[in-house]
């Protein structure tokens, strides 16, 4: 309960409100148990499951267990993988579909007979030729190069096939605790499944977190609309009076495919006040969207600039990195929050 007898009484009523917030919130501080909360944040499709899944492969590894219930998923998104590539093909390419015969349904059985066709008809030169011209998801063509192990009677999904794993819909809270300090030795990091059209109701449940992660996809530049989108998210969560003592950390996710795609959609078709030189150099593209991210900063909430770090979410060895460096900025600021140091 918030510290009533403290409160001057001269405050209009709304200085009052947020006072009492503020006091709830440096309660709940307070009262945490031996673990500080991390929320990680990010817009739809930004990599956030994606992160919690390293996070997992990194510091508490899938059991059998787990790994056996990823396989519905996995055989769901075989079938996705199959449908993005059929639809993508020319029309004069021969369909795998067609080939099937009868259309996998929705709950694919996937036998060892399906799977050698598919893996014969994906081996082709000509197939092989095609599609690497078209724009499919790396998790199509990881499913189809996987399908003869996936098939197999004694299949146990591996760490990347979880990574690539389609979950629809995806789970609405995912939780994990992660190592941290001597003092305070589990991070708790929290993923939710969010939009901006319920932000409101969401973020107070979490106004006592620490720290916030906000996970930014730079390959979505290109979405005038999604990359609003992100803007707004960013700003709300930025400028809410529930995370006014959160750290807030970037991360800005997919660099790899950010190159071939600036040289087809360059910054400045989308920003036109984007300088033509800095349009297609994906270093300099990357500074211009973040100086246009980080112009959200302009209150200088403690007047220094939101750590960040560009990890392509799919590689693990990065994640492992950069969550490391993190981490440490971590320790860093609760020292500094803690000792005043
Ligand atoms: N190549 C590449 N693909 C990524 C990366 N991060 C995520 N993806 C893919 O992008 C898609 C969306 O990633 P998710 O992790 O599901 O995104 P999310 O933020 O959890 O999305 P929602 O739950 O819908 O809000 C998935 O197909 C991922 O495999 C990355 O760094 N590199
Ligand atoms: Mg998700």
Same mark, same amino acid.
């Given at each position: 309960?918030?510290?009533?007898?403290?409160?001057?009484?001269?405050?209009?009523?709304?200085?009052?409100?947020?006072?009492?917030?503020?006091?709830?919130?440096?309660?709940?501080?307070?009262?945490r148990?031996?673990?500080?909360?991390?929320?990680?944040?990010?817009?739809?499709?930004?990599?956030?499951?994606?992160?919690?899944?390293?996070?997992?492969?990194?510091?508490?590894?899938?059991?059998?267990?787990?790994?056996?219930?990823?396989?519905?998923?996995?055989?769901?998104?075989?079938?996705? /993988? &199959?449908? %993005? =590539? +059929?639809?993508?093909?020319?029309a004069?390419? !021969?369909?795998?579909?067609?080939?099937?015969?009868?259309?996998?349904?929705?709950?694919?059985?996937?036998?060892?007979?399906?799977?050698?066709?598919?893996?014969?008809?994906?081996?082709?030169?000509?197939?092989?030729?095609?599609?690497?011209?078209?724009?499919?998801?790396?998790?199509?063509?990881h499913?189809?190069?996987?399908?003869?192990?996936?098939?197999?009677?004694?299949?146990?999904?591996?760490?990347?096939?979880?990574?690539?794993?389609?979950?629809?819909?995806?789970? /609405? &809270?995912? %939780? =994990? +605790?992660?190592?941290?300090s001597?003092?305070r !030795?589990?991070?708790?990091?929290?993923?939710?499944?969010?939009?901006?059209?319920?932000?409101?109701?969401?973020?107070?449940?979490?106004?006592?977190?620490s720290?916030?992660?906000?996970?930014?996809?730079?390959?979505?530049?290109?979405?005038?609309?999604?990359?609003?989108?992100?803007?707004?998210?960013?700003?709300?969560?930025?400028?809410?009076?529930?995370?006014?003592?959160?750290?807030?950390?970037?991360?800005?996710?997919?660099?790899?495919t950010?190159?071939?795609?600036?040289?087809?959609?360059? =910054?400045?078709?989308?920003?036109?006040?984007?300088? !033509?030189?800095?349009?297609?150099?994906?270093?300099?593209?990357?500074?211009?969207?973040?100086?246009?991210?980080?112009?959200?900063?302009?209150?200088?909430?403690?007047?220094?600039?939101?750590?960040?770090?560009?990890?392509?979410?799919?590689?693990?060895?990065?994640?492992?990195v950069?969550?490391?460096?993190?981490?440490?900025?971590?320790?860093?600021?609760?020292?500094?929050?803690?000792?005043?140091?």
């Amino acid at each position: 309960m918030p510290n009533l007898k403290r409160r001057p009484t001269n405050l209009s009523s709304a200085e009052k409100v947020s006072q009492a917030i503020d006091e709830a919130l440096r309660e709940n501080k307070k009262s945490r148990g031996t673990r500080e909360e991390v929320l990680i944040l990010g817009a739809p499709g930004s990599g956030k499951t994606t992160l919690m899944r390293q996070l997992r492969i990194i510091y508490d590894p899938y059991t059998v267990r787990e790994r056996e219930d990823f396989k519905p998923s996995i055989r769901s998104s075989v079938l996705h /993988a &199959l449908r %993005q =590539l +059929d639809s993508l093909l020319p029309a004069e390419t !021969p369909s795998i579909l067609k080939i099937l015969d009868s259309p996998p349904s929705e709950t694919l059985v996937l036998t060892e007979d399906f799977a050698t066709l598919i893996h014969d008809w994906w081996s082709r030169p000509d197939i092989q030729h095609t599609s690497s011209h078209l724009p499919l998801d790396p998790s199509t063509t990881h499913f189809l190069d996987r399908i003869l192990p996936i098939a197999a009677e004694d299949y146990l999904p591996s760490d990347a096939d979880i990574l690539f794993c389609h979950i629809d819909p995806s789970p /609405a &809270l995912d %939780q =994990l +605790d992660i190592p941290f300090s001597e003092d305070r !030795p589990f991070l708790h990091c929290t993923c939710i499944r969010q939009s901006l059209r319920s932000i409101h109701q969401w973020l107070p449940i979490f106004g006592e977190m620490s720290y916030i992660i906000f996970v930014f996809n730079l390959n979505h530049y290109d979405d005038v609309e999604d990359t609003r989108k992100t803007f707004d998210l960013w700003e709300y969560i930025y400028s809410s009076r529930f995370t006014r003592f959160a750290h807030i950390y970037l991360i800005i996710n997919k660099p790899s495919t950010f190159a071939s795609k600036l040289s087809k959609f360059p =910054l400045n078709s989308i920003y036109p006040d984007a300088a !033509p030189d800095i349009t297609i150099t994906p270093t300099a593209a990357e500074a211009f969207l973040l100086r246009r991210f980080a112009e959200q900063d302009y209150t200088g909430r403690r007047g220094i600039p939101i750590p960040r770090w560009t990890v392509d979410l799919m590689d693990t060895e990065g994640v492992r990195v950069t969550m490391r460096n993190l981490v440490e900025e971590l320790v860093q600021t609760r020292m500094v929050m803690v000792c005043g140091l």
